[in-house]
């Protein structure tokens, strides 16, 4: 029997899709222009949103940046979401750096390393 997702899983499903396009399209700040939204955590009651982004980069200073044109960017895409979305309450959203694409990219340089070594 195939699993049901719930109301919040079905709002972070589209949240990730429609903060996606946002930054891809719409938010014009340079800092922010290789963002990757990886992953959104909705709490149950719909009333917060963790979304994780990444950056096709290690450089901390960059990410930083990244991060601040993101939270600079709040209030635009909430309300971008609020008129694609029809939701009764908008959560409030929260950005949170995933380190899991640098961590991997990282990884597979070591291995590369490792086996032309050999």
Do not use: W
Request: aromatic fraction near 6%.
């Amino acid at each position: 029997m195939p699993k049901s997702f719930g109301r919040s899983e079905r709002v972070a499903a589209s949240l990730r899709r429609e903060v996606a396009d946002i930054i891809t399209n719409e938010i014009k700040d340079p800092r922010v222009k290789f963002a990757t939204v990886t992953e959104v955590d909705v709490s149950p009651d719909l009333k917060n949103a963790r979304i994780y982004v990444s950056f096709l980069t290690d450089d901390k200073e960059v990410v930083q940046e990244a991060m601040q044109g993101l939270t600079s960017a709040k209030g635009f895409i909430r309300a971008s979401l609020a008129s694609v979305l029809k939701l009764r309450y908008m959560p409030n959203i929260h950005f949170v750096f995933d380190e899991l694409l640098t961590k991997s990219i990282k990884l597979d340089e070591l291995i590369r390393k490792g086996l032309s070594k050999d």
